[in-house]
């Protein structure tokens, strides 16, 4: 089994660049899943079963980040796709957490980025994009060759090591790169590891706590003149 993991802000393209890679993936005999993690609404995997006949599910994060979603079921999902028969399995997480990462060590992790969402970008997406193998720039036929090649600068200035691939994935260009990375992925190894480290500690708002002010929650906090501290035991 290898695991191809999918993550990029919404709308940035990357059940486009999927759809094209499943189908290249099909024509070479291999043997794909897809699972779609997301919030509150997803038919990603109703039209890539139908489109692609091949084994396709949904899974709602609901109250939890869909990155960490992702974390605590992955061992599940790669079971289910064994089973399926299925030789890889691609991931696209909604990636809502601009703090995590949801990558997994020897896995692939490729993020997509929409070339039109502005220049910086690179910069405001953090483990999402430092963390990821590689960087696919969609949408790159509605800007200009300049600001193409300051998108692409700025993505190797906030992740030096990182492969960038230019796609127009409404028309497959750009495809057959990713394809050939995915296929030499590394099998997975158990158990399965994150990649990178989680941040500091848990949110007291995100567990249920609705005062407004410091002083009205604990754990790793910060205020307006003071950075990161904690209170609690």
Known sequence: MRLIIFAGPPTCGKTTVIRQVIRRMIRKNHKPAYLKIDVLFADEDKIIREEFNIPSRKLYSGELCPDHCNVVVLDEAVEWAQKEGA???????????????????????????????????????????TLADIAVITKIDLISQAEREVFRYRVLEAAKEIRVVE??????????????????????????????????????ICVGKKEIGAKNHFGVLRTMEHDLFYIGE
């Open 87 to 129: 030789d890889f399995l691609f991931v696209e997480t909604a990636g809502l957490c601009l703090r995590c990462s949801p990558y997994v060590e020897n896995s692939l992790g490729v993020v997509v980025l929409e070339a039109t969402s502005g220049m910086n970008l690179p910069y405001k997406i953090g483990p999402m994009l």
């Open 167 to 204: 796609s127009n994935a409404l028309y497959g260009i750009g495809i057959d790169p990713i394809v050939k990375h995915i296929e030499t992925t590394n099998e997975l190894e158990f158990p399965m590891f994150l990649r990178g480290n989680p941040p500091v500690g848990t949110c007291t």
